[in-house]
Nanobody, 120 residues
Framework: QVQLVESGGGLVQPGGSLRLSCAASGSIFSIYAMGWYRQAPGKERELVAT???????NYADSVKGRFTISRDNAKNTVYLQMNSLKSEDTAAYYC??????????????WGQGTQVTVSS
């Protein structure tokens, strides 16, 4: 069993910054790609950013240049640094990890979500 726990969300003014963290724990043998997704009210969940086990990053066009995804493999943690936040960034942010468990089963796991609200 694998658990992902997000933290760092909150209320911030437009132009401000937040740093999200997602720590994975449980029966983990190794973690492949990790990523962040978000879902605004009335909208489908969308990809924000991903980072591969080799460090290759990918970003949605809407956040490119403002957000930075990174990971600390020793801590099984992925981060999302969000700068120059806009009201349209308001959403619940979810962490995802592709995990190989100690029983050699591979699959995707999701966190519970953390709310980011950008408002003046």
């Amino acid at each position: 069993q694998v658990q992902l726990v997000e933290s760092g969300g909150g209320l911030v003014q437009p132009g401000g910054s937040l740093r999200l963290s997602c720590a994975a724990s449980g029966s983990i043998f190794s973690i492949y790609a990790m990523g962040w997704y978000r879902q605004a009210p009335g909208k489908e969940r969308e990809l924000v950013a991903t980072v591969s086990s080799g460090g290759t990053t990918n970003y949605a066009d809407s956040v490119k240049g403002r957000f930075t995804i990174s990971r600390d493999n020793a801590k099984n943690t992925v981060y999302l640094q969000m700068n120059s936040l806009k009201s349209e960034d308001t959403a619940a942010y979810y962490c995802k990890a592709n995990v190989l468990t100690i029983t050699m089963k591979r699959g995707d796991y999701w966190g519970q979500g953390t709310q980011v609200t950008v408002s003046s």
